[in-house]
């Protein structure tokens, strides 16, 4: 194997409407050497399309979980399953250029080491302001500064953030080894965020490729369950905030945090509800 080959884990649930043409664009990938997918109990058929494709790939393994244990545990079987130097975690509704990988490996290779993600665009180009963006500042959005953390490029080929979106990263895997992975814990949401601030206080580098741009079908998976996904939201935003900033926090604070994000829940459920029956 190269020193430079590439395994691309991709997570599935539900994932039907994209995979094909996700595995499509990342078997023409340069660098490619690997492809696991990880499915997560998936019931639409995404298993069946998987399978037919590996037929005639022999990059391609996949594991199917017979229940769904989560983002970050899916995709630490994926890195487990494959041992190539370089890991790109791509999302099932991710479609990725036949460059994309290598031009994102090259400029990782720049500010050695890195995490590295693209600029996300959706199908009508638009951006999508999770691709950077600042660590959550708890006691900010108390005090009213708002709860966007998106932050827009500087236009510097290679722009160092806080974080990136989970939906497209790359990283060295004795950077990923180095950091033990996803957390376990978490399973849907703030899992990106949690492995970005890792990073860093590892000693590495988190960073956006600006012109490299990759088309991202957002929610695919998650428009069929949208309360689990707010549940599952929020309780992912009270573990990073645990782990990272509660034990630098009065008790009063850390209740009142507590009290926001469970009022914010409730919230985000109603407007879910309100959307499937509308």
Not at 126 to 149: H, I, N, S
Request: proline content about 5%; aromatic content about 6%; hydrophobic content about 45%.
């Amino acid at each position: 194997m190269s020193d430079d080959g590439i395994a691309v884990v991709i997570v599935t649930h539900r994932s039907a409407e994209t995979i094909e043409l996700c595995l499509k664009c990342v078997r023409a990938a340069d660098g490619v050497v690997q492809i696991r997918v990880v499915d997560n109990a998936s019931d639409d058929g995404t298993l069946g399309v998987v399978q037919r494709i590996a037929a005639g790939e022999p990059r391609l393994k996949f594991v199917a979980n017979p229940d769904n244990p989560g983002f970050a545990v899916a995709c630490n079987q994926g890195a487990q399953d494959s041992d190539a130097p370089w890991i790109a975690f791509v999302n099932p509704d991710c479609l990725i250029e036949r460059d994309t990988l290598a031009r994102l490996r090259a400029r990782a290779e720049q500010v050695a080491p890195a995490l590295i993600g693209s600029e996300l665009i959706d199908e009508d180009g638009v951006l999508d302001p999770a691709a950077r963006r600042r660590d959550p500042d708890f006691a900010r959005m108390l005090a009213g500064e708002g709860t966007d953390l998106s932050i827009p490029s500087n236009g510097d080929a290679v722009q160092r953030v806080d974080a990136i979106s989970g939906a497209l990263m790359l990283m060295p895997r004795t950077l990923f080894d180095a950091v033990h992975g996803f957390d376990e814990g978490y399973r849907l949401h703030a899992e990106d965020l949690d492995l970005c601030r890792r990073v860093r206080e590892a000693g590495g580098t988190v960073a956006i490729a600006n012109a490299v741009r990759v088309v991202h079908i957002r929610g695919v998976s998650s428009r069929s369950r949208p309360f689990f996904v707010e549940w599952h939201k929020h309780r992912g935003l009270w573990r990073y905030f645990s782990r990272f900033e509660a034990p630098h926090r009065s008790a009063p604070l850390r209740a009142v945090v507590a009290m926001v994000i469970a009022m914010r829940f409730v919230v985000a459920s109603m407007r879910a509800w309100w959307r499937s029956v509308n």
